[in-house]
């Protein structure tokens, strides 16, 4: 999407140009990418969750998502690992 919706505008009588104002739809290729990399994170720090521990509630839920408390190592290990590419 990105090479076909990207437009150049010269510089005045030179020979360079800069990148100018893209198509609408060139704009889908910065958002797209990052809402799916946002629903994989929330889909597997929901089911790491619901496969803890401890009873799900609220607290002992944010608990487990944000921190990996109550979960085994492997899980644990998996959803640091995906916060930290995320972050």
């Known amino acids: ?7 150049a ?6 020979d360079f140009c800069f990148s100018g104002p893209g198509k609408p739809f060139s704009r889908a290729v910065t958002f797209v990418p990052i809402m799916h990399e946002t629903l994989v994170f929330v889909a597997t720090s929901w089911a790491f969750m619901r496969r803890s521990y401890v009873d799900v509630n609220v607290k002992n839920g944010v ?9 085994p190592a492997f899980s644990k290990s998996i959803l640091h690992d995906g916060q930290a590419y995320y972050l």
């Open 63 to 71: 608990s487990v998502m944000i921190l990996g408390r109550h979960l």
């Open 1 to 7: 999407m990105l090479p076909i919706g990207a437009q």
């Open 9 to 14: 505008v010269a510089i005045g009588d030179t």
